[in-house]
């Protein structure tokens, strides 16, 4: 009788103790081995359908398929989704409670399943973090390919709050970036993918300072969480002090292995043009079937879900960088290193480049699908345009930000405001700024 009384006591404590289990045990404590494997994971598993694919490339079910993440969420979940494969502690300061922490010890979800549980755990962590959190889980980097690398991010200052995971640093000393942006009701789980530079001027806007919180950063480890962010071992301030007119050229130069040809750096940053173009057509998409199904005028909450003018700002600057490395080219060498059909492929989406780009745009006409073109997309049923006109369309202020508008004016078919627009308070009203060349 005792020893079953023992037995029942042992049960008890025993489900007690489950009941309380942690999302993840710790198995495994992070070490530069560690920090290294973590990278080339990043390098080599962490793709934009990461989250869309139903089975894992061994088959198995995916345990993360169906999450939707912003571009916050993305950035966390490289990290998180690492720790948690590898038993790893995860711990971030909490956004909630001034010198508290978040870590996989949590055991809100007792009694679910594995996958339940770490399910459970990245919901609550999207609805928790965002790129106002980043700068209390990270710190600043110095420039070097030792310090920024697969796993790091980059992130804006909190005007613009966007931030972007590093896939890997290319050979040419490019950033490969996999990220996201706001999430709406119809917001698919695949994530986005670019290998060119974010526009130091957007990312560092009206703050290259450390205070700022922008650039180049990498994970805090534990003992450096709820300290002052300069304590952390491999701080450095080295990316505020290069001028932000030479930030991209400087930066890059200083984590290549080797220079990308003309042709290879046209390539690049016209696929990036496209990137922009076609991610724009989900993004408005998804305003638009928001519109089918509300009459009312957005609160601004719901506005900046669907509106898009950081979206129409990186691809503008997109464009403005194309434009300028294409004519440092013609400066240099005339092109000659460009193929006659990468020419005309540029002359159409660059129809003056001698030109200053207001005067470039007072001329361009309407730009139809041609052998030059290059990305044909359908942006609204039945309606395609290539890379030139979209830029064309962009550049004249014919692309509409506002999620009050209808496709029509969302994409410049119209001019808008449409009268649903005129209506409605807006916010963050996006125009482009034809005064650089």
Request: aromatic residues 12%; glycine residues 6%.
């Amino acid at each position: 009788m005792f020893r079953a009384l023992i037995l029942a006591a042992s049960l008890i404590v025993g489900i007690g103790f489950q009941a309380k289990a942690a999302v993840w045990n710790d198995v495994n404590q992070w070490s530069p081995a560690w920090e290294a494997r973590f990278a080339e994971w990043v390098r080599t598993s962490w793709q934009v359908d990461f989250f869309s694919r139903s089975t894992l490339p061994n088959g198995q079910s995916n345990p993360y398929a169906g999450l939707r993440l912003d571009c916050a969420d993305t950035v966390y979940s490289m990290r998180l989704i690492f720790s948690y494969e590898n038993k790893l502690p995860f711990v971030i300061q909490d956004p909630t409670a001034s010198g508290k922490t978040l870590s996989n010890k949590m055991s809100r979800w007792d009694g679910q399943s594995e996958t339940q549980r770490i399910r459970g755990f990245l919901v609550f962590m999207f609805q928790t973090v965002s790129t106002k959190s980043l700068p209390n889980d990270t710190y600043p980097t110095a420039i070097s390919r030792d310090a920024i690398h697969s796993g790091s991010l980059i992130l804006t200052v909190a005007k613009n709050h966007h931030s972007w995971s590093v896939k890997e640093i290319l050979p040419i000393g490019v950033p490969y970036l996999v990220y996201n942006s706001t999430v709406g009701a119809t917001s698919g789980a695949g994530l986005q993918q670019r290998q060119s530079w974010p526009n130091p001027e957007w990312v560092f806007e009206e703050n290259f300072t450390p205070a700022g919180n922008a650039g180049f950063r990498y994970w805090r480890p534990q003992a450096s969480l709820n300290q002052p962010v300069w304590k952390t071992p491999g701080y450095s301030e080295e990316q505020y002090h290069i001028p932000l007119g030479k930030w991209v050229r400087t930066v890059q130069a200083k984590l290549a292995l080797r220079q990308e040809t003309d042709a290879q750096m046209m390539t690049r940053m016209m696929k990036t043009t496209c990137e922009d173009l076609t991610g724009r057509v989900s993004a408005v998409n998804d305003g638009l079937n928001y519109l089918k199904n509300n009459s009312r005028c957005m609160d601004y909450a719901t506005y900046d879900t669907y509106s898009t003018p950081n979206r129409d700002q990186r691809a503008f600057d997109d464009f403005v960088a194309l434009r300028r490395a294409y004519r440092e080219i013609l400066t240099a060498n005339g092109g000659n290193q460009l193929s006659l059909e990468m020419k005309q492929q540029l002359a159409k989406i660059f129809p003056y480049i001698s030109e200053s780009t207001q005067s470039e745009t007072n001329k361009m006409a309407a730009q139809g699908v041609t052998s030059a073109s290059i990305c044909v997309t359908e942006y609204l049923p039945g309606k395609r345009m290539d890379v030139a006109e979209f830029k064309r369309r962009l550049y004249t202020g014919l692309i509409s930000n506002n999620p009050h508008d209808d496709g029509a004016y969302r994409w410049g078919d119209l001019r808008g405001p449409s009268q649903r627009a005129k209506s409605c308070q807006s916010w963050d009203p996006w125009t482009p700024d034809l005064s650089q060349n």
